[in-house]
């Protein structure tokens, strides 16, 4: 049971990608599911997730007005467009049950998938 990660690759700056998160072994249907990255020598970094309803979303300053998440039950799949790449967006995205934050946690409850581990991710590399 785990989401893997697909869509990375190597941009220049200023260009874009569509990274995909699959659930492989359950449905993605009402889970709560975020991405994070990590850049070499660096903690992971939540940078966006989304509610279980999809009615609620949230995005780290770092990439709001960047970055857009969406999800397709129906493909059980979830979904981050990168838009205006920078270099300092390099790193390898992963995708889990969990948000950076608890802020519609009450208004918009989902469930939280807790047993799925960590997948490989997906490498994204912008050049300068």
């Known amino acids: 049971l785990q989401f893997v990660e697909s869509g990375g690759g190597s941009v220049q700056s200023g260009g874009s990608l569509r990274l995909s998160c699959a659930a492989s072994g359950f449905t993605v249907d009402y889970y709560l599911v975020g991405w994070y990255r990590q850049a070499p020598g660096k903690e992971h970094e939540g940078i966006s997730c989304i509610s279980g309803s999809g009615r609620s979303t949230y995005y780290a300053d770092s990439v709001k007005a960047r970055f857009t998440i969406s999800r397709d039950d129906a493909a059980n799949r979830v979904y981050l467009q990168l838009t205006n790449l920078k270099p300092e967006d390099s790193g390898v995205y992963y995708c889990?049950?969990?948000?950076?934050?608890?802020?519609?946690?009450?208004?918009?409850?989902?469930?939280?998938?807790?047993?799925?581990?960590w997948g490989q991710g997906t490498q994204v590399t912008v050049a300068s």
């Open positions: 889990q049950s969990r948000c950076p934050t608890d802020r519609f946690a009450a208004e918009d409850p989902s469930l939280v998938a807790d047993f799925v581990t």
